[in-house]
Each structure stands twice: as structure tokens, then as C-alpha cells.
């Protein structure tokens, strides 16, 4: 066959962006801000958080700017469907990794480009639990949240259908409910952790809850099983805010700016911020002004940019009265355990992500640590099945060769478990500077006693599942997911960086709004509480209109939730419908 | 025709009979499997990516001379493929160097690490010092059971010899990069993809058959002979040292 059986879906024009083979959205026709004027909003870092906060404002009738370090994705000529080619999609640029229990970044947890993280995220998408919102009063560890799982309940839900999410009918664990849309159909992997734990009467949920598409929806088409979701959905099955939230960003009215580091942010007066300074690609420097700024950037990116921020008045860095800009930094446990089988499983099929249990998620005493961990699917493609064989195995030569040939066999599932908040596992800066001279994140991680507790017999519990599930061999490697914290949010100024709405306490036109603001993390990824908290911010700042940008007051109520401002398509079931 | 001319003879056998098997085309348990058989069906930018690496092999750009053909000799150790018919071998080299020349890093360095760039010098430097210090030889001339004892030594984490290099850089750091570069390397190319029966890219075409380990239609059943590796290599077995947990170029999960 010469050319593609399907041709290809690319379109010459340039400015036209191709958002998965039904959706075309067209940057000639973005509106354009002028640098000297200042926009209501500039969002710094359109991911999982910041791709919301434009749609959402935009909506709302706020002139908004999103910067966005990588690039503007054209999902059908800068995609594959290929492990390696796919590195493009990752923050690659230098940050130094310390500590007796050095993190891995890059490939293994952080985006770069419009819809960040969600982009490569395997979109699982479990709410947290109650119990997360006051792990210090159950548990006398960690801290309690300002808010409640009831203020973000119908956030929750708003997001599920906005993203949306698929899932069992019944999902029993934290506050039970069901999804939108229905369950997928199971793989290899999720064969394996539905036997596994039936066999040892461990209750699981198998299709979900997972971010992807079980029908078409609106301008997107069903899943197609490929497996590719870390390495970016071509097809646009898999919810990423670049599909699911910018343009409807850019049809109200904001700006994307792709391609622009933010490296500090400017003030006006001690409390009052006035724009912020990037480069753009070719390494010019920008001054972008604006009313108020949210700092989206990532846990790892956002403290950096505010410990890079440090101006008289703010000496030790912005909003960082307290000292904990950078601290409370927490990943996941994310062991992989992955067992043999003699039957042949093919896990490269189906998402990754698509069946789990939140079993074990609660506090135990019995087991002698506090809080707990999920188990999951997941589903390697064949470089990452090969390094996790070299740590797993020792695998080299032909050893190696030989493991690999039985890639077929060989069955995983991901341990997530929640390590708790430290005040010296941190963000801080390097000696090193990246390409435009600023200094880059230096990152310290140690497990405490209780993670290490937790770890220990969380990947015994999943090893014992993957025996029960008929495996022959089952070997594990440690490994940490997702970052979060480094700017916690809580109602005490001198302990924490931002209030309940994502406002910095030190400065009052000054938010963030990301992962980093998370105080614990249960053991739920974080995608889905990260948009809810987004969209929760953006109806505070709505209901606050022009007083964020003229007044130091903070009105702390808690705003009606917005429902009218969900993305179209959100409450009705989509047609599938091809452009040409 | 293609000549077979296998350099290192593996030893085949039958699993039920234990008879000897004439040694494979293209080795691995799925007989025939052709990944890029199935190109027509994948969408162009894969297409072109995937062909590129096939039939554009990057020039050697970072690596000195010297350097060159210890690290080449390294890796024909660290991922053989002397059962491969040379036609057929994965250039695993050419990608290490192209990486290192565009300065690609994986997003983040270890404390006390080296660059990855400085790293791979100072670490072929170690390994060719090591082989003269023991046998009076340059790495590449030495038999290839001595070969393996010097990486297998790196792979354990001590040295055979002590080394400065290893007072400023992590043995283990080390052995996990360049293993971690060589399977990146080899398990991207559609060969190796045969050779294990993974599917690759199917977009916009999809996989239907999602269960049981069962093929697609065009995807080939497992046909499973027993092999033995060559006599003189210390490869074939499993030896995990200690629980390294981050490594360099570690890829993502859930
Ligand atoms: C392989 C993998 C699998 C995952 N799977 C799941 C999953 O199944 N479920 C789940 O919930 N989570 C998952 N995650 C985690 C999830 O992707 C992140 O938690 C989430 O995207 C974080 O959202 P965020 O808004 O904090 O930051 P991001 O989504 O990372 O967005 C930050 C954005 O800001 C940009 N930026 C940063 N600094 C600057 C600056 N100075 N100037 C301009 N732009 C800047 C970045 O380029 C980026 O685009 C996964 C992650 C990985 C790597
Ligand atoms: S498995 Fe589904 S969601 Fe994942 S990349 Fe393929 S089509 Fe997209």
C-alpha cells in the first residue's frame, strides 16, 4: 500500500490547528492582545488547570492571556502513534533531582505545550475521598484541607461531565456514585486485576473511571484501543484540555500565547502584581502587564517561578512570607508489580488505564501506618516494559533479548499509594540555569517512615493480587507519580502560600492555581480534582469581578457554582460527524 | 535472497521435540510478523517517523574515534544481536550519539551526577581503563566473555578496578543510562517489534481483539521455540542488584 489507506487528515494551512480528525480550530482568527495594555487575566501554563481557567473566564467575559512555555499541539501532523517519538510531549528541559529518594520528571511526570500534563496524562480519573479533606483531625498526620469534599463535590461532578469521564455505574469507594458514560471493555491488564482480586475477594471496578471515550461526544470520537494514551490521543478519545477546554477558551475571546516562558513576575507594590516578563522562543524578552495572574504551572514550575520572582519586600520569593513556596512537595507511590503469565496477554491493547480498586485507600490501624493506596492498571509499551525489566530483573544482553521476546506474557498493575506532606521534601532553586539563563528547579525528596510503611505493603498486597490473578513470576520496581503540593493552600497565612481560593496571601492579585495547592494527595490521581479546584477558582473569581483587580479586601464566601459555564456538549451525548 | 550468516550461532530447539531448529530469519516467536507490513493502515506523521528511523540512520557526530568503537562494542554486548542477520541489525550507536550531540537530556539530572554527555566519556573512558589495567588490552580486543565481565561488573555496581571516574560518578547511574539508551534504541525500531509480536501503531485503524491475549487479524499467532545464549556471555540471566528506585529516563505509568 503506497499511501495511507485513510490519507492523511493533514490540511497545508498552518494557523489551522487540527484537534483530533473531527475538530479544526483556526489561530488566525484568535483574538490578539497588545503587550502594552493590560488583559483582565494572564494565566501562566495552560495544562490541567490553567486550559480551564482561560475557557472559563473567557467565558465569563474577562479579557484573557495564557502563556504556555511548549508549543500550540497540532494533534494530527505533530502526533504518532509511537513510544519514542512522543518525547516531544514531555518537560525535558534541566532540573537537578536530590535527596536519599530521588524523584524522576520528564517523561515521568510533566508536560510541556497547550494542555500540559493532560496531554500524556492515562486519564484515570478518580474523585478523592472525604477523609483527604481532613487527614490531620482523622489521622493526626499530614493536614487538613480549607475546604471540604462537599465544596468540590459539584465540581466533581461538573467535570465529569465536562471532560467526560467513563466509568462503572457504581463506584463504591469514598462518596459512591456513578459515571456519564458507560464502562470500556476490559484488557489484558484489567483482566488481570479484576481475577486477581476476586479470586482474594477484593472488591474492584472494571471500564473506568478513566477520561476517555467510551461513545462519540460532541466533536470527538470513541476510543479506539490503541494503548498510546501516555504518549498523547491522536484520535481524541482521551479528554486533554487542549481538546476539551482551550478552544472553546479561543472562541470566547482569549489569547493563547504558546511558546512564551514566563521567568518573573513584575510588581507594581509590595501586594500588588502588574504583569509578568517571558521569552519567546528565539529568547526575547517580553513584559506582558495585566490585572491579576494565575500561576499555573505545575508543582515543580509554579514555586520555581515565584522563588525566581524574589524582588525587595519579597526577598526569599514571591508569596513566600511563610517559607513554604517549595515545601509540602509530594508524589505518589507508583511501584510497578508485573507478573508472567504462560497465557499470552498483549498489553499494548486497550488504555492503560481502565480498571482499579481504592480497597485499601482509607486508614487501617491494623496495618500500622496512616492513610493507604489504590491499585491499578497500567500498561507499558515495549521501551518502558524493557527499563522496567532492567530494574525489575537486572535484564541487559541477552537476558534482556529474552524477557522482551516474552513481552506478550507479561501482565502489570501500578501501585498508588499516598506519601504525606514534608516540609523538607522541596522545591528549591539550582546553581544551574536553563536555555535563557534562569536558574532551574533543584528538587529534594526523602520518604518518611510512614511512606516507606505504606510502600512496603502496598506492593505486597498487589504482588499477592498478581499471584491470585495466575501469574508464574511477579517481580516490582519503585518508581513516584505525579507531583503536587509546593504551594499548598490553607487558611493560615504563616503556614501556608495561597487561601481556599487559590489567592496568595502575600499578594492580593496574585493566585495559584494547579497542582501544586494541593495540601495531601490521597490516593486518587489528581487530574480530576485539579480541574475541579480550576473551575471552582474561576467561578470565585467571576462572582468577584472588577474587585479582584482594585481591592486588598478578601471576600471569603464561596461562590454559586457556575454550571451554565461548563464547555457545550457537557450534558448531552454527542453525533459523531467527520469535517472534510 | 538473502545470505544468513549468523555470527554468534544460537542454539534452537524445538520446546516438544528438543530437536535442533535451523537458525530464524528474524528471531522471535511470531514467524512472518511485519510491523511496517501494516504502514498503509497507520497515519502519515507516524508513518514518516517510524520509516525515518529505518532508512535515515543519524551520522556519528559526538563520539571521538576511540570513543566510537568502545561504546560500539559496549552495546553489541549490552544488547546483542549477533543472532540478527547483519542486514538486519537495529543501529543502536548512531541514536546514543545523535542524542548526545543535540544534547538531549531526559528532563532532569541526578545530584552529583555528571552531565549525560560527560557521563558517557568519562564512563567509556573507565571501561577502556579497566580493560587495560586487568589484560593489558584495549576493551574492544578482548574476547567477549572478558567484555562481559567488565560490564557485568558495572552492572552490579563494583568495579573491577577502582576507578576515579567512579569516586565522582554513580557506577549504577551509569549502567542504568546506557542500558536505558540501548533498549530506547532497539525496541523502537519495527524489527524488534517483530521480534516480540507487538502490535504498533494502529491509528486511525484501531485493535479490536482486546482480550485473552488474542492477535488482530493481521497480527500473528506466537510460535515459541527454545534458544540458548552463546557459551561466551554472561548476559542470559537475571541478577537484580538493589532496588535502584528513579532512574534516568524512566518513562510514565498511570
Ligand atoms: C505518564 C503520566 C500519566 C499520568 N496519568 C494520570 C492519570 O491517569 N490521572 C491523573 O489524574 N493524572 C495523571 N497524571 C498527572 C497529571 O498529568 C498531572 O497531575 C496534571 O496534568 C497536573 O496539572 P497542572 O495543571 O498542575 O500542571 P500541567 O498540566 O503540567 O500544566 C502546566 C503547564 O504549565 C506550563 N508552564 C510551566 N511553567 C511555565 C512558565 N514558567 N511559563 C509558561 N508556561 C509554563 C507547562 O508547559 C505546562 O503545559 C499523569 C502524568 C504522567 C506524566
Ligand atoms: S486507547 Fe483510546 S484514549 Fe488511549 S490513545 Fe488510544 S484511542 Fe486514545
Not at chain 1, 481524541?236 to 475571546?253: C, N
Not at chain 2, 542504568?176 to 532497539?186: E, G
Request: hydrophobic fraction near 35%.
Amino acid at each position: 500500500m503506497k499511501s495511507p489507506l485513510f490519507g492523511s487528515f493533514s490540511k497545508p494551512d498552518t494557523d489551522e490547528k487540527i484537534l483530533g480528525p473531527m475538530q479544526r480550530i483556526s489561530l488566525k482568527k484568535m483574538r490578539r492582545f497588545p503587550e502594552s495594555e493590560p488583559v483582565d487575566y494572564v494565566v501562566v501554563g495552560i495544562g490541567s488547570a490553567g486550559g480551564v481557567l482561560c475557557q472559563r473566564l473567557a467565558k465569563a467575559g474577562f479579557s484573557v492571556i495564557g502563556l504556555e512555555a511548549g508549543p500550540f499541539w497540532d494533534t494530527e501532523r505533530d502526533w504518532v502513534s509511537d513510544e519514542k517519538g512522543s518525547r516531544k510531549l514531555y518537560w525535558n528541559d534541566l532540573r537537578i533531582t536530590g535527596g536519599e529518594d530521588p524523584l524522576a520528571f520528564g517523561e515521568n511526570n510533566s508536560g510541556k505545550g497547550v494542555g500540559g500534563g493532560s496531554v500524556h496524562w492515562a486519564a484515570f480519573a478518580p474523585r478523592f475521598h472525604p477523609s483527604d479533606f481532613r487527614v490531620y483531625s482523622e489521622d493526626g498526620v499530614g493536614c487538613d484541607w480549607p475546604i471540604s469534599y462537599e465544596d468540590l463535590k459539584p465540581y466533581y461532578e461538573l467535570l465529569e461531565r465536562e471532560m467526560p469521564v467513563s466509568g462503572p455505574a457504581h463506584f463504591p469507594w469514598g462518596d459512591p456514585h456513578g459515571y456519564p458514560y458507560g464502562p470500556h471493555p476490559v484488557g489484558g491488564v484489567g483482566n488481570t486485576l479484576i481475577k486477581g482480586c476476586t479470586k482474594l475477594g477484593i472488591p474492584v471496578v472494571a471500564g473506568g473511571p478513566v477520561a476517555i471515550l467510551a461513545g462519540s461526544h460532541g466533536d470527538r470520537p470513541h476510543c479506539i484501543y490503541r494503548g498510546f494514551c501516555i504518549q498523547g490521543c491522536k484520535v481524541g478519545a482521551k479528554a486533554s484540555t487542549l481538546i476539551t477546554h482551550v478552544p472553546e477558551a479561543i472562541e470566547y475571546g482569549a489569547e493563547i500565547r504558546d511558546r512564551s516562558m514566563v521567568f518573573r513576575v513584575s510588581m507594581k507594590s509590595k501586594t500588588g502584581a502588574d504583569g509578568v516578563f517571558y521569552h519567546d522562543e528565539d529568547g526575547r524578552e517580553h513584559f506582558q502587564r495585566a490585572k491579576a495572574l494565575i500561576v499555573a504551572g505545575y508543582a515543580i514550575e509554579t514555586p520555581r517561578l515565584l522563588l525566581n520572582s524574589a524582588c525587595p519586600g519579597h526577598e526569599r520569593g514571591l508569596a513566600n512570607s511563610s517559607n513554604t513556596v517549595g515545601r509540602y512537595l509530594m508524589a505518589q507511590a507508583g511501584n510497578v508489580i508485573l507478573g508472567r503469565f504462560a497465557d499470552l496477554v498483549r498489553m499494548y491493547k486497550a488504555p492503560p488505564a481502565h480498571a482499579l480498586t481504592e480497597h485499601f485507600y482509607e486508614t487501617d490501624p491494623v496495618r500500622g501506618f496512616a492513610r493507604g493506596f489504590a491499585i491499578q492498571t497500567v500498561g507499558p509499551l515495549p521501551i518502558a516494559f524493557a527499563k522496567q525489566m532492567m530494574k525489575a530483573k537486572g535484564a541487559w544482553g541477552w537476558g534482556m533479548r529474552r524477557v522482551m521476546m516474552d513481552y506478550n506474557h507479561w501482565s502489570s498493575l501500578g501501585l498508588l499509594g499516598e506519601i504525606l506532606p514534608w516540609p523538607d521534601n522541596r522545591v528549591e532553586l539550582a546553581e544551574e540555569k536553563d536555555q535563557f539563563g534562569i536558574p532551574v528547579a533543584k528538587i529534594t525528596f526523602t520518604l518518611h517512615e510512614n511512606d516507606k510503611k505504606m510502600i512496603e505493603f502496598g506492593k505486597k498486597v498487589v504482588m499477592e493480587v498478581m499471584w491470585a490473578a495466575g501469574a508464574e513470576e511477579v517481580v516490582q520496581e519503585s518508581r513516584y507519580a505525579h507531583l503536587v503540593g509546593a504551594a499548598r493552600m490553607g487558611d493560615d497565612p504563616s503556614s501556608s502560600v495561597v487561601d481556599k481560593f487559590g489567592r496568595t496571601h502575600d499578594v492580593s492579585n496574585l493566585f495559584v492555581c494547579d497542582g501544586s495547592i494541593l495540601p495531601t494527595q490521597g490516593s486518587a490521581n489528581p487530574g480530576l480534582t485539579i480541574q475541579a479546584l480550576a473551575a471552582r477558582t474561576a467561578d470565585y473569581l467571576i462572582s468577584q469581578g472588577e474587585r479582584i483587580f482594585e481591592s486588598d479586601r478578601r471576600d471569603m464566601t464561596t461562590p454559586p457554582i457556575r454550571r451554565e459555564l461548563a464547555v457545550k456538549g457537557a450534558f448531552v451525548h454527542g453525533i459523531p460527524r467527520f469535517w472534510n | 535472497m538473502i545470505e544468513i550468516e549468523l555470527g554468534a550461532e544460537l542454539v534452537l530447539r524445538d520446546p516438544e521435540t528438543q530437536q535442533p531448529l535451523a537458525p530464524k530469519q528474524q528471531p522471535g516467536y511470531y514467524p512472518g510478523y511485519s510491523t511496517l507490513g501494516q504502514k498503509g493502515y497507520w497515519d502519515a506523521t507516524t508513518r514518516r517517523a517510524v520509516e525515518d528511523r529505518v532508512y535515515n540512520v543519524p551520522p556519528i557526530r559526538f563520539f571521538t574515534e576511540d570513543e566510537l568503537l568502545t561504546i560500539t562494542v559496549a552495546c553489541e554486548r549490552i544488547l546483542p544481536q549477533s543472532d540478527r542477520l547483519p542486514a538486519r541489525r537495529i543501529p543502536i550507536v548512531p541514536h546514543i550519539d545523535e542524542r548526545l550531540y543535540k544534547n538531549e537530556i531526559d528532563g532532569y539530572r541526578f545530584a552529583g551526577m555528571p552531565s549525560d554527555r560527560d557521563a558517557y566519556r568519562l564512563g567509556i573512558r573507565a571501561i577502556e581503563d579497566m580493560a587495560r589495567s586487568i589484560h593489558k588490552q584495549p576493551f574492544v580486543d578482548l574476547e567477549p566473555l572478558k567484555q562481559d565481565f567488565i560490564l557485568k561488573s558495572l552492572h552490579d555496581g563494583k568495579p573491577l578496578v577502582p576507578h576515579k571516574v567512579w569516586e565522582a560518578m554513580s557506577v549504577s547511574r551509569f549502567w542504568h543510562m546506557i542500558v536505558q539508551d540501548c533498549v530506547s534504541a532497539y525496541y523502537s525500531h519495527p524489527w524488534a517489534w517483530d521480534e516480540i509480536g507487538y502490535g504498533g501503531p494502529a491509528y486511525p485503524r484501531a485493535y479490536t481483539r482486546l482480550e485473552n491475549g488474542l492477535p488482530e487479524p493481521w497480527e500473528v499467532d506466537e510460535q515459541r521455540y527454545e534458544w540458548a545464549a552463546p557459551a561466551e556471555s554472561l548476559s542470559d540471566t537475571y541478577e537484580p542488584g538493589d532496588d535502584p528506585g528513579s532512574v534516568s529516563g524512566q518513562g510514565g505509568t498511570h
